[in-house]
């Protein structure tokens, strides 16, 4: 009985404490994250996000008929996609470093780090290894979005212990 108390004790404490997370994660969005970014670099990432989109749901088609060149020049696209690596100014660069915080960044990295080695499988034609990285990456989408773009997707938001399920 003692044993049970403390188990429910336990894991309401954590239901808690990932309350808590989400609602810091919720408040960090807001105030250093993208909803601080000028209009120009905040259109720039909607663009971003759009053409990874396309490129993602592109790969299917292209995975169930085994073409396995059009997945990697699509990971190759998306690997080079950086909002980073575009024509930024100076002070949009700045704007970028100060406005992101540096877990964002890694984020970022780690995603196009995927991608990286999706275009590397699908060179060598390998469709297990092509499911395994194209699952990595949608997982690095959410993975991000639940982070940074809650605003966006609240559906992401971590369900709280108060709220039923049926
Ligand atoms: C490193 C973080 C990060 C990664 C990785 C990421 N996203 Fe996003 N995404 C964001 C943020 C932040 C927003 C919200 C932008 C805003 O509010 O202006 C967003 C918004 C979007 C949107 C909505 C764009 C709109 O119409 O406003 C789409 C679609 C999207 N992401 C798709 C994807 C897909 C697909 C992937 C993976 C292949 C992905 N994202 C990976 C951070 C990320």
């Not at 989109?53 to 790969?59: K, P």
């Not at 190759?76 to 877990?103: A, D, F, R, V, W």
């Not at 979005?145 to 971590?158: D, E, N």
Request: glycine content about 4%; overall charge neutral.
């Amino acid at each position: 009985m003692k044993k049970l108390i403390c188990i429910t004790l336990l894991s309401s404490l954590s239901a808690i404490s990932y309350a808590e997370d989400a609602k810091q994660a919720h408040e960090q969005t807001k105030a250093s994250g993208v909803e601080a970014l000028s209009p120009e670099l905040r259109n720039l990432l909607t663009q971003e996000m759009k053409a990874l989109q396309d490129g993602m749901m592109s790969i299917i088609p292209a995975y169930v008929s085994g073409n396995w060149h059009e997945i990697e020049a699509t990971a190759g696209k998306i690997k080079n996609s950086y909002l980073l690596k575009q024509n930024l100014t100076e002070n949009q660069i700045k704007e970028l470093h100060s406005s992101l915080p540096p877990e964002f960044i890694e984020k970022d990295k780690k995603f196009h780090y995927l991608a990286g080695m999706l275009e590397h499988v699908a060179h060598n034609k390998k469709p297990e290894l092509i499911n395994f990285y194209f699952s990595e990456m949608t997982e690095a989408c959410a993975g991000c979005h639940v982070k940074f773009a809650i605003h966006k997707f609240p559906g992401l938001k971590p369900v709280t212990k108060d709220k039923h399920i049926h």
